[in-house]
């Protein structure tokens, strides 16, 4: 093999890889509330139009990197703001491609699931680098909603239902523990 078909084996290696290692981290929302882009952007069409996932970054993504995507999404609480969560959840479905994708993945409840289960009393365990801490309450919330939905209970088998029916209980008197050591 030629030192130059060497070198270009080489170099088409090493950019693979860079690109599956993106695409295993969750999408960064280069425009989003508080860059310098957003106050151009004056109706909500335009503001969730800029906040959708690029089709060729979005189906390369690993389910883990869209879930921690959309619990990161830079207006998931809407969800709060709305007449009621349910209603919230629908708007931001409808408008934003990352959630549309995750709920078609086979691998989606599981991955919620294990998620999940990184939630402590204080924020997520250490274990998930890429959930934001921010606001960590509403966002256990918000993943809590997630797999509340229909689309993702009903594509659990037996015993991943009972998996999440236990981690359910699990947080549940963890939040009761809690609230009652005030």
């Not at 609480?77 to 491609?97: A, K, R, V």
């Amino acid at each position: 093999m030629s030192m130059k078909k060497l070198f270009t084996f080489f170099l088409c290696l090493v950019s693979g890889l860079l690109v599956a290692q993106q695409l295993n981290e969750p999408f960064g929302f280069p425009v989003r509330p508080g860059t310098k882009e957003w106050p151009s952007l004056k109706t909500e069409q335009e503001r969730f139009s800029a906040m959708q996932i690029p089709i060729d970054i979005l189906y390369k993504m690993s389910t883990e990197a869209i879930v921690a995507t959309c619990l990161n999404h830079p207006t998931y609480l809407i969800y709060i703001t709305s007449f009621d969560i349910q209603t919230g959840f629908d708007i931001l479905e409808s408008n934003f491609n990352g959630l549309k994708e995750l709920e078609n993945r086979n691998d989606a409840p599981k991955c919620l699931i294990n998620i999940y289960q990184m939630v402590g009393e204080k924020g997520f365990t250490s274990e998930h680098k890429y959930l934001d801490e921010d606001t960590w309450t509403f966002k256990v919330a918000w993943l809590e909603l997630l797999l509340a939905q229909d689309k993702i209970i009903q594509s659990l088998n037996i015993n991943d239902k009972n998996e999440l029916l236990a981690v359910t209980m699990q947080k549940f008197n963890m939040k009761l523990s809690s609230a009652t050591s005030r």
